[in-house]
């Protein structure tokens, strides 16, 4: 199985700052890597899916990119709504394992 | 509107048995590999399963496979997961998603399964 790894686990910036989320995976994924936002009580939401195609809808600031097994996902100008954990999710071959996280807070 | 919505969640003891749903709306079901996701308290998503839009393939993480079985009814536009011999880790938040194109682009809200004595 392909194992996802994240880091930080937390981190805490200022609004409008750049933060960037890694996520790594234990063997080449290709670009089948998506990310996901979760906020208490709800599912997860894609928010970039191919390592770095953003989702119809969702915010410019949003961004990934990597390749193979190193990822990235930057929030360009982080806002009160992006609140939340975001996990990334490899879909290279099953199971479909997912990262165990970065909580994002203000 | 997209919308899909998981039913059959509950407690249950260990040993025990549970037949989840799904109800698809808004979209053309027959069109595309669903999955069934589940979240267990506190924790990361967990992938479970995932089934081709004909059924013709059906996918499993190890620690369900031969206990848990999912199956879809095109015709009623569901999928469904029926989970055997249960046991306290499988406690979660059950989701049902498309997962066509590689991307896992429309959640339900979810179904609670607690599995304890």
């Known amino acids: 199985d392909i194992q996802m790894t994240q880091y930080p686990s937390s981190l805490s910036a200022s609004v409008g700052g750049r933060i960037i989320l890694t996520c790594r995976a234990s063997q080449s994924v290709s670009s089948y890597l998506n990310w996901y936002q979760q906020k208490p009580g709800k599912a997860p939401k894609l928010l970039i899916h191919a390592a770095s195609s953003l989702e119809s809808g969702v915010p410019s600031r949003f961004s990934g990119s990597g390749s193979g097994t190193d990822f990235t996902l930057t929030i360009s100008s982080l806002q009160p709504e992006d609140i939340a954990t975001y996990y990334c999710q490899q879909t290279r071959s099953p199971p479909f394992t997912f990262g165990p996280g970065t909580k994002v807070d203000i | 509107e997209v919308q899909l919505v998981e039913s059959g969640g509950g407690l249950v003891q260990p040993g025990g048995s549970l037949r989840l749903s799904c109800a698809a709306s808004g979209f053309t079901f027959s069109n595309y590999w669903v999955s069934w996701v589940r979240q267990a308290p506190g924790k990361g998503p967990e992938w479970v399963a995932n089934i081709k839009q004909d059924g013709s393939e059906k996918y499993y993480v190890d620690s369900v496979r031969g206990r848990f079985t999912i199956s879809r009814d095109n015709a009623k536009n569901s999928l469904y997961l029926q989970m055997n011999s249960l046991r306290v880790e499988d406690t979660a938040v059950y989701y049902c998603?498309?997962?066509?194109?590689?991307?896992?682009?429309?959640w339900g809200h979810g179904t609670l399964v607690t599995v304890s004595s």
């Open positions: 998603a498309t997962s066509s194109n590689w991307k896992f682009d429309y």
